[in-house]
Every structure is written in structure tokens, then in C-alpha cells.
């Protein structure tokens, strides 16, 4: 190892381990453990707690504990494995004798079982610890300014929304954690002098988010999708003598999308041996099937719909403005909205399935083409839905954080996919073009979510950890840009983030 290296190693040591005494202990201090879990975060739980007692991921709501009976648990995929097999670990391992005592009551009286809440949510510890700092040590990297990537750490570390994730049984810490992951080496894929094992790095990544958010499998596809796109023009242009994709380096991404089917092909061979079924999670038909629904939604409704979706004041200002018609067919709580139909099993992508014998997927993708000039018209809405700050921010501990933070927890929580779109119209109008490697996953998630999900704001949340990354390159690309045109300054010097990357 080169003095260089050493000295890299060492800073990164200090990083490293400033990020975990800043988190780390941050974070236990929220967990609370007189809660427990409600709707998805159930769901998630008892697949965990299946798997521990009875060895089977079962995501029905388990009814009386480790006395359950062997042949009324059901394998299933309605969601992602990752979480369920991390917290199947703690359960088995019963630090406090706690499950052994309670069971599956654990998880369902407020109090009964302390240990095995605060471990649980420990997970989630783990992995703010890490996204403090990945964030550090990214911004670091492509900045080159040491002092700069620690302020940025310490404001992921005091982030409202990972703080309240780190109290939760939510998954989204997670999906940040690989997202970034998964940006960052997808970058460095293209930009660094180890191209390969960044790629191989990235592919594991991307493999493990698919695991934790099943709607990144699309993503994976999409590189292939990319990939046999620019061989065939590789391949026609030799036949017309042309010499097309001679600049691409092909390998990195061939071993990145190699990678990620290597992490997610257990869970898919199980799924279809078991299940029958080649997905991820069973969930995504349903998602698909919601978001059809509004595609149905007629064009009076739309300015009603923009309403509604405004933050913090939408409901007030629907009810005020509108018909109770209007609020019916939008408000999510009314039994008759375009949300609750398609939940409940009563919507148009369910009717056409039950009368052709296809599957819901199917169904809700020949709606949505049906209807494809509303589906198009509300993908703006709905990536200005999905762009609200979150709802649950709800924690005890973030209203005693100092009001600084608090004002910069409420600015991020509120702009931080317009600080994405915006970096990407910066990089690509002004550069460095290299940058929007960084912005692909996560803008492939707006758009994903915005043209083929319903976007509520916590599909929004993964993105949480690379928009700040992505801030921090931007401010530090614009503070370039500045100093380079102030009087007295050399129009020949160049940004941190030039010089690093």
C-alpha cells in the first residue's frame, strides 16, 4: 500500500468512525419501545417471525405465536426478503427470552417484549450508521473537501426523516443505504481507474435493493434493456459499415446487471418453485392496479386532483372548493375514491381480469393503454404527489432537536426531488455531464413511480440519502462556478469536484 493509499485509508477510518459515534448512539437514544407495528410494517414483521419459528417467510398475520400449528403456515412473496430475513435473525436469537415467553404478542401489546423492539429496530440503527457514512465518504470522494463531506455527514446524521426511520419498522433506511450504494458505484463504474470491481460493487448493490424495493427489479431490466439496444446498433452499424459503440466501455455494466441477478436469483428460483411465480413481490399487480384506477379519473377532476395532492393544506382545501363528489372520488379515506376501489378489489383492472382469466398486472397495463392520454397527463401530478414531505414525521425527539436543523430537516423533507430535477437540468445544460451518472437510478424512480404507481411520498423516501449527496455535488459545482467568475480569479482553476472525480 502506497503513502497515499494509507493516508486515504486513515481518513476514511476517521469518517468511518466520526459517523458512527454520531449516529450510533443519536439514534438508539430515539428508539422507542413502547410501540407496535401497524399495516405494511406487520406484514413485513411476521414473515420475520415466521421465518424464525417456523422457517417459512409466511406474510400472513401469524394468530397465536410459536404454538401456530406447522400446517397452517403458507410460504409466500407479498413483500421484499432482505428485512424479514434480517429481523428473523434477532428473533432467533431471543437476546431477552422474550419471544420463547410471548410469542407473536410481542409485536402486538404496547410494552410486553422492550428487548426484542430496541433490537429489532437495531437494524435500522446498523444502517443509518452506514448511509452517514457513505454519504461522508461519497460527498468526500467527488468534492475532494474533507470538511465539507463532514458537515454533510452530520446532517444526515440528524435528519428527521432517517431519525424516525431508525425508530420504526420501516425499510426505507435500507433502501437508501443501497440506492446510494448503487449510484455511487455506478459512477465510479465509468469514472475511476477500477472500473470492474466498482461495477461488481454496484451490481451487489442494486441486487440487494431490489431486495428491500421490489420496483428497482425494473431498473435492472432497463439497463438490459439498454444493453441489447446498443448491441444490435453495434451489430447493424457493422453491417453498414459503420462503426457504432466503439467509445462505450461495455464490460462495467454487463458485470454490474451480471451481479445483481446473481444477489436476486435465490429469491426468484424460490418464488417460482415454490409459488409458481418468476417476481420479486406479489405486491406490485396491486400497485399497478391503483394507479389504473386514476386513469380513469375524468378530466374535471384533474385541477381537483392537484389540490388534493398540495401539502400539509390538500384535504382542507378539497373539501372547501370542491363538490362532495369530487372529494368522494379523490379523498383516499372514502370508500367510493378512485385508491379504495382499486385496494378493495372492486376497480376496472380487477373487473377485466375477473372476466378475461388474466393476471391483475395484465389487466391494469390494458386499462392504463386504454387510457393512455390520462396516463401521460398524470404522471405530472403525480410526481408533484410524490415530492410532498411525509406525513409520519411524527417523532418525539425531532422537536427537540435545535431549530436550525429542524429548518433544514423541514427544507429537505419538502424540496429534495426538485433539488433532483434541478441538479439533473445543471448537469446536463452546464456539466459536468459525468454527474447525471449519479441522478439515473433515482430519476429512473421518479419517473417509475410517477407513470406506474399511485407516488405516495413514502415510495419518494429511498431517494432521501442521494439527494443529499447530490446537493452537496451541486453547491459545490455552483461554488466553483462562482469563485471562477469573481474579479481576480483565474478563469483556468477549477471546482473541487472537477479535480477530484
Not at 401489546?109 to 433490537?119: A, D, F, N, Q, Y
Not at 411465480?277 to 386513469?295: C, D, F, L, M, P
Not at 405530472?380 to 410532498?388: E, K
Not at 419518494?460 to 442521494?466: C, D, H
Amino acid at each position: 500500500m502506497t503513502k497515499y493509499q494509507k493516508r486515504i485509508a486513515v481518513r476514511s477510518t476517521w469518517i468511518i468512525a466520526i459517523a458512527l459515534v454520531v449516529a450510533a448512539p443519536w439514534s438508539w437514544w430515539l428508539i422507542s419501545v413502547d410501540d407496535v407495528p401497524t399495516r405494511d410494517r406487520r406484514h413485513t414483521l411476521s414473515a420475520a417471525y415466521s421465518l424464525a419459528v417456523h422457517g417459512v417467510l409466511d406474510y400472513s398475520l401469524p394468530r397465536s405465536g410459536p404454538e401456530l400449528a406447522s400446517e397452517e403456515v403458507r410460504p409466500g412473496n407479498r413483500r421484499e426478503p432482505l428485512f424479514p430475513l434480517l429481523w428473523a435473525g434477532v428473533i432467533a436469537l431471543d437476546p431477552g427470552g422474550e419471544i420463547g415467553k410471548h410469542g407473536w404478542r410481542c409485536f402486538q401489546e404496547s410494552g410486553l417484549c422492550p428487548m426484542t423492539v430496541r433490537m429489532t429496530k437495531a437494524v435500522n440503527l446498523g444502517l443509518h450508521g452506514a448511509l452517514t457514512s457513505a454519504i461522508g465518504l461519497g460527498v468526500w470522494w467527488i468534492t475532494g473537501r474533507r470538511r465539507y463531506a463532514l458537515a454533510w455527514m452530520l446532517l444526515a446524521a440528524g435528519s428527521a426523516l432517517l431519525l424516525t426511520g431508525v425508530d420504526s419498522w420501516e425499510t426505507e433506511i435500507g433502501a437508501n443505504l443501497f440506492l446510494l450504494l448503487h449510484s455511487l458505484f455506478l459512477y465510479a463504474a465509468f469514472t475511476s481507474g477500477r472500473p470492474m470491481l466498482a461495477a461488481a460493487l454496484g451490481g451487489i448493490a442494486l441486487g440487494l435493493l431490489i431486495l428491500v424495493k421490489a420496483a428497482f427489479y425494473y431498473l435492472l431490466i432497463s439497463y438490459l434493456l439498454a444493453l441489447a439496444l446498443l448491441l444490435v446498433a453495434k451489430l447493424t452499424g457493422r453491417l453498414r459499415g459503420r462503426n457504432l459503440g466503439a467509445g462505450i466501455p461495455w464490460t462495467p455494466p454487463i458485470v454490474m446487471a451480471l451481479c445483481a441477478v446473481v444477489v436476486i436469483m435465490p429469491w426468484m428460483l424460490r418464488n417460482l418453485i415454490v409459488l409458481g411465480e418468476w417476481s420479486v413481490s406479489e405486491r406490485g399487480g396491486r400497485v399497478v392496479a391503483i394507479r389504473s384506477q386514476y386513469t380513469t379519473m375524468p378530466w374535471s377532476d384533474f385541477p381537483a386532483a392537484f389540490t388534493f395532492f398540495t401539502p400539509d393544506r390538500g384535504t382542507r382545501l378539497l373539501s372547501e372548493r370542491y363538490n362532495t363528489e369530487t372529494v368522494a372520488r379523490l379523498d383516499r379515506r372514502s370508500p367510493s375514491s378512485y385508491y379504495r376501489t382499486s385496494q378493495k378489489g372492486r376497480g376496472e383492472a380487477d373487473r377485466l381480469a375477473a372476466e378475461n382469466d388474466i393476471s391483475l398486472s395484465r389487466a391494469a397495463l390494458t386499462v392504463i393503454a386504454g387510457n393512455f392520454d390520462r396516463q401521460v397527463a398524470l404522471t405530472p401530478l403525480f410526481v408533484y404527489r410524490g415530492s410532498a414531505p411525509p406525513r409520519y414525521l411524527s417523532v418525539d425527539a425531532y422537536k427537540r432537536l435545535p431549530k436550525p436543523l429542524r429548518r433544514f430537516n423541514e427544507a429537505m423533507q419538502r424540496w429534495w426531488i426538485p433539488i433532483l430535477l434541478a441538479a439533473a437540468v445543471w448537469f446536463a445544460v452546464r456539466g459536468p455531464r459525468r454527474y447525471l451518472l449519479l441522478l439515473t437510478p433515482a430519476l429512473f424512480a421518479v419517473v417509475f413511480h410517477a407513470f406506474l404507481t399511485h407516488f405516495i411520498q413514502r415510495y419518494a423516501t429511498p431517494l432521501y440519502g442521494i439527494s443529499l449527496l447530490v446537493a452537496a455535488v451541486l453547491l459545490s459545482e455552483l461554488g466553483g462556478t462562482i469563485q471562477r467568475h469573481l474579479p481576480g480569479r483565474s478563469r483556468s482553476c477549477e471546482s473541487p469536484g472537477r479535480t477530484a472525480a
